[in-house]
C-alpha cells in the first residue's frame, strides 16, 4: 500500500508566513496568538489518557474500517491517484479545483510526504476560511426560516466565521462565543447607523430562527449536539425519549426578543428564569439535556451557562456530533446520517470508531485541523471514486468514495478557475443608470442555490442545465476572444493539438485525457483544419468539459 | 416505536433505488421496458389532471373580494353584485368572475394561524409550518411527483412571475430533490418594476438560457453535445452515484426542452391578439394564457402569481381600496378568460383552479384606508377539477371578525385539492430527515361538500 502519510504532523503548518497570519488574526480577535496552538505543535504520544497524534489517529481510523470492509468481505476501492485526490482536496479544503500549474507541480513532485504537505499548504490559504465559512454559514442556516431582510447579517456572519477558520478556533470556543454572541442594536443591524458599520457578528444564526427562543433551541441542539428536541415543542417526541418539557427547558435558556432589544445579561435564578409552555399551563426551568441544572450563583448569563454545558468535554454530545459532521463534509456521509440526528434509535454505523475520535477531539482541545489532517490522511479518503462494478452497492459504507454534487460556490469557483473569468468592475456614475446590482457571482448562485438535499443526493435541475450550457458564463468561458483559458490554449505556439487538448482537460477535470478520450477530440479537431475550424472545435471541446458531470462534481 | 423507525430507514433506501432506476430509465429506456411503460401510461391525455394555482402574494383581502360585507363599518367602499349563481354575490370589480360562479366554489371559512408573510406564505404553499430541519415541497413539486410524466419535454411544474424573496423554500421542492423543482419563468424581483411593463416582450415570460448564444451554430451545438454525451456516458459508467445519474438526467431533460417543438408552448406570439388581449395585456394575464397553454400540452401544475407592481401589491396596508381594485381588474380578465378558455377545450372537468393568498385582511380599516394581516377568517376560491362548484362555503360573521360556520385549515384545503386530483393525500414521502412525511397533515379532512 503506498498511501504516503507519515510525516510528523502539521510541521508544514509552522512556516513563518502562517504564523504571521495566525498572530495578524489572532491580534484582531482579542485571541491570545497560540505559537503553541496544536496545530503547529505535534501532539505528545503520551500514554496518559491515550492521546493520539495524527498519524496515530490515522492508523486507528484505517484499523477501524479496515476491520469493518474485512467483516463485510468486501475490498474496499483502489487508491486514488494524484490527480484524483489533488482535485478532492482542493475542492473539500479551499473550495475549487486546483489550476494546471497546481496540478502539474503535484504530479511532478516526487516527495513522498506530499499530500500530506498538500493538506497544511491549502490549510493554511484564506480560501480554506473562506469554504470553510461558506460551508458551516449555509448548514447552520439550512433550513430555518428564511428571511430576506438579513442579506447584511449572512455577509457578517460569514466574515465572523472566517476569521475564526482562519486561526483554527478551537471548535469548543467558536461555538461557544456563538452562542452567546451579543444580540444588541449594533450586532442586529436594526437602524441605519448600525448597518454602516460592518461588524462581523454571528447573529444571522439568531435572526434567521427569528429570535424565537424555540427555534434557536432546536437549531442549537440539533446542529452542535445532533439531538433533535425540536419534534418535542409541540408534542412528547414519538421517536425518542425527548419529552416536550425538556425541549422547552431547554428553549428556557433564550430569550425571545424583539430585533435589537437586548436581554438580560445576568441570570438570577432557575425559578425567576422559567417559562410557561406556550397553550399550557406547565412552567419550566432552564435544564440541561442531561436533565441537571445551571449553578446560578456564577453569576454568568443563561446563554453562557448553556454554552459552557454543551462544550464540556464530558458532554456526550458535543465532540462527537461534531467529529460526524466534519466526517460528512469529507466522505459525503457521517458515521451516523442524517448528520444531524444522533438519537440512540439511528445508531452509528462505527461507533467505537466515532466515540474514539471524539475523544481524541476533546482531548485535542477541539482542534478543528488535527481532524482534518487524520480524516484527510486515512485511506477511506484517499480511495477512489471509480465504481468496479454492480457489486458496490452492497459495499459497507466508505469503501469507495462516493460522488458529490459541488455546492454552488464550488462550482462558480471551479467554473472562474477553469476559465480565467473574472468579473466585470461595476462603477457607479452620477447621472448614469445604476449599474446592473446583482454580480455573475450572485446569478450563478441564485440558480444553483443550495439546498437542504445532501450532496451525495441527486438534485441538478433544468435550469441549472440551460445555465450551464447557454448562460453568458459559459459563452463568454468558450468565447475564442474572450476567454482566457482558450486564448491561452489555442494560441499558444509551442502546443501541438493533443497538446491543447490535454490542457483543456487539466483545466476542467484536473487529468489527462485517456488514450480513447484524446484520439476522439484530437480526430475532431483536426477534421475542422481544413476549414481553419481547428480552434472554433477547440472551443466544443472546451464547451464539452464544462459541462460534463466529471466537471461539475466532486468525485 | 423501533420497527418504526427501522422501516423508515428501509423505505429511504427504497426510494434511492428508484431514483437510480428512473435516472436510467430516463436515458435508456430499453433498460427498464416496464418504466417505458408505465411514462406511456401517465402522458395518455385522456387520465391527465392538472392543477393551477393562481397565487396573489400578500395576502389578498377577503372583504373586499368574495366576502363583502356591505353595510357593516369593516365593509369598506366596494358594492357586491349578484353572480350567475343565486344567492352568492361577490365584488362589483370582479364581473368577469361573477359570471362563471357555478364553477367556482368559494371557501369562506378559511381559519389559520400565522400572520407573518414569510412562514404563512410556506404554509399555505407546502402544507405545514416550517419546522428544520424538514424541507417540506412545495405544493407544486408535490402534485408534479405524484402526476407528472417523467419523460415529458416540457417540465411538470411551472412557476410563473413568483416573487420568492419573501421564503424561497415556499417555492422550491424541499426534501423531495431538483428534480422536482419548478421551472420558473418571468421571476419577479424586488424593485422589479411594472406589471404593465413589456420593454423584453412577452413579460419576461420566456425561460431564460434556452438556445445556445448566437454565435454558435446548430451543427455546432449538436457536435458540443455529442462529445458531452460521450464524456457523461463515461463518466456515469464508472460513477453510477445519485448525483451523476440526476446531472445527466437533468441535462437529458433540457437538451430535450431545447430541441423540442415543447418549448414553443412559451411563445405567446402564437397566440391571435385578440386572445392575448382578452387576458389582459400584463405580466398575470399573459401569465394565466402561458398556464393555459401548459396545461393544454400536459404540464399537471402551473402557478401564477398576481402580486402586481413591485411584486408584493396585495399587501394593502395603505389605500387597500385603490390597490385592491386595480388588482381585481387585472385578476377578473386573466382568470376568467383562462377559465372559459380552460372549459371550451373541455380541459376544466380535468383542472383543479386554486386561486389563494398566504392570508387574508383585517376587516377593520385602519387609519391609512388600509387592512392589515389577517389569518383568523378569510376566503380562497376553488375551481374545476369536477368538483361540486357554484357553492359558498363556510359563513364569518356580520362584521367579518371571525368563522361562524365550518373553519376550514389549510390541510383541509390541500387535501381537497389533492383529492379533486385524485390523489391520495395521506400518501407518504419519505424525507431528508429519513421519516415518511404525508403529502398533507394527517389531521386535515377533504371538504367533503365538494370532493366527498
Known sequence: ?555 | MKPFICRSRCDQLTRRDMLRLSCAGLVGGATFPWLQAMADQASQPAARRACILLWMNGGPSQMDTFDLKPGHKNGGEFKEIATTVPGIRISEHLPKIAGMAEDLAILRSMSTKEGDHSRAAYLLRNGYLPQPPVSYPTLGALVSKELGNPAAALPNFVSIAPYRNLNPAAYAPGFLGSQYAPLIVGEARPGGGSDQDDRNGDYGLTVDDLSAPSGVSREAVTARLGILNSLNDRFVGSHPDAPALGYRSAYAQAVRLMRSDAAKAFDLDEEEDRVRDSYGRNRFGQGCLLARRLVERGVPFVEVTHGGDGGIGWDTHTNNFDGVKQLSETLDAGWATLMSELKARGLLASTVVVWMGEFGRTPQINTNAGRDHFPNAWSTVLAGGGMRTGQVIGRTSDDGMKVEDRPISVPDLLATVFSALGVDPMKQNISNVGRPIRLVDPAAAPIEELVG
Request: contains cysteine; charged residues 20%; aromatic residues 8%.
Open chain 1, 1 to 555: 500500500m503506498n498511501v504516503v502519510r507519515h510525516l510528523p504532523s502539521g510541521a508544514p503548518s509552522c512556516h513563518r508566513m502562517a504564523v504571521a497570519v495566525v498572530v495578524c488574526v489572532s491580534l484582531l480577535l482579542g485571541l491570545p496568538a497560540r505559537a503553541d496552538d496544536a496545530a503547529c505543535t505535534p501532539a505528545q504520544s503520551e500514554s496518559v489518557g491515550g492521546i493520539m497524534d495524527v498519524a496515530e489517529l490515522i492508523a486507528y481510523i484505517d484499523l477501524q474500517l479496515g476491520a469493518s470492509w474485512e467483516k463485510a468481505q468486501h475490498q474496499p476501492a483502489p487508491l486514488a491517484d494524484d490527480a484524483e485526490y489533488l482535485r478532492r482536496a482542493h475542492l473539500d479544503l479551499i473550495g475549487k479545483i486546483p489550476s494546471v500549474s497546481e496540478l502539474q507541480a503535484f504530479l511532478q513532485d516526487a516527495r513522498p510526504d506530499k499530500r500530506a504537505r498538500l493538506i497544511d499548504e491549502l490549510l493554511n490559504r484564506g480560501a480554506h476560511a473562506q469554504h470553510f465559512a461558506n460551508t458551516w454559514r449555509n448548514s447552520m442556516l439550512a433550513g430555518t426560516p428564511e428571511n430576506v431582510a438579513s442579506e447584511q447579517l449572512l455577509r457578517q456572519f460569514h466574515t465572523w466565521l472566517r476569521l475564526r477558520f482562519t486561526v483554527n478556533m478551537p471548535y469548543d470556543r467558536l461555538v461557544g462565543e456563538l452562542l452567546t454572541a451579543p444580540l444588541d442594536e449594533g450586532a442586529m443591524q436594526v437602524n441605519r447607523m448600525a448597518a454602516q458599520r460592518f461588524v462581523p457578528t454571528p447573529a444571522a444564526f439568531f435572526q434567521a430562527n427569528e429570535l424565537k427562543r424555540e427555534q434557536i433551541a432546536a437549531s442549537t441542539s440539533r446542529f452542535f449536539l445532533g439531538v433533535q428536541v425540536q419534534c418535542a415543542q409541540c408534542h412528547d417526541h414519538p421517536f425518542s425519549h425527548w419529552k416536550q418539557s425538556e425541549f422547552w427547558s431547554l428553549a428556557a435558556f433564550f430569550d425571545t426578543t424583539a430585533p435589537g432589544v437586548a436581554e438580560a445579561q445576568e441570570a438570577s435564578t432557575g425559578s425567576a428564569n422559567a417559562i410557561r409552555i406556550p397553550d399550557s399551563d406547565v412552567t419550566v426551568e432552564p435544564t440541561y439535556l442531561d436533565g441537571t441544572r445551571p449553578d446560578w450563583d456564577s453569576g454568568a448569563s443563561k446563554r453562557e451557562l448553556l454554552a459552557g454545558w454543551m462544550t464540556r468535554t464530558d458532554n456526550p454530545y458535543f465532540a462527537k456530533a461534531g467529529v460526524n459532521r466534519l466526517w460528512d463534509h469529507f466522505l459525503g456521509r457521517g458515521f451516523v446520517h442524517p448528520v444531524d440526528d444522533l438519537d440512540p434509535a439511528n445508531p452509528p454505523s462505527h461507533p467505537e470508531l466515532l466515540n474514539e475520535m471524539a475523544r481524541q477531539f476533546s482531548l485535542h482541545r477541539f482542534d478543528l485541523n488535527y481532524l482534518v489532517r487524520a480524516i484527510m490522511q486515512s485511506r477511506a479518503y484517499q480511495l477512489t471514486s471509480r465504481s468496479s462494478g454492480s457489486t458496490d452497492d452492497e459495499r459497507p459504507h466508505f469503501a469507495r468514495m462516493p460522488v458529490r454534487r459541488m455546492t454552488a460556490d464550488q462550482l462558480f469557483n471551479s467554473i472562474v478557475q477553469a476559465t480565467g473569468f473574472r468579473e466585470p468592475r461595476r462603477i457607479a456614475r452620477p447621472g448614469a443608470p445604476v449599474p446592473e446590482m446583482a454580480t455573475a457571482a450572485d446569478a450563478f448562485r441564485n440558480r444553483f442555490a443550495d439546498s437542504a438535499v445532501p450532496l451525495t443526493e441527486a438534485e441538478t435541475s433544468i435550469l441549472q442545465a440551460l445555465t450551464l450550457m447557454n448562460g453568458k458564463l459559459t459563452s463568454d468561458a468558450t468565447d475564442l476572444e474572450s476567454s482566457e483559458t482558450l486564448v491561452a490554449v489555442t494560441e499558444a505556439p509551442f502546443l501541438d493539438t493533443p497538446q491543447r487538448v490535454e490542457m483543456l482537460f487539466m483545466a476542467t477535470l484536473s487529468r489527462s485525457p485517456t488514450a480513447e478520450e484524446l484520439e476522439e477530440l484530437v480526430a475532431y479537431v483536426v477534421a475542422a483544419e481544413p476549414d481553419g475550424a481547428a480552434k472554433t472545435a477547440l472551443a466544443d471541446v472546451f464547451w464539452a468539459l464544462l459541462n460534463s458531470a466529471e466537471f461539475a462534481l466532486n468525485h
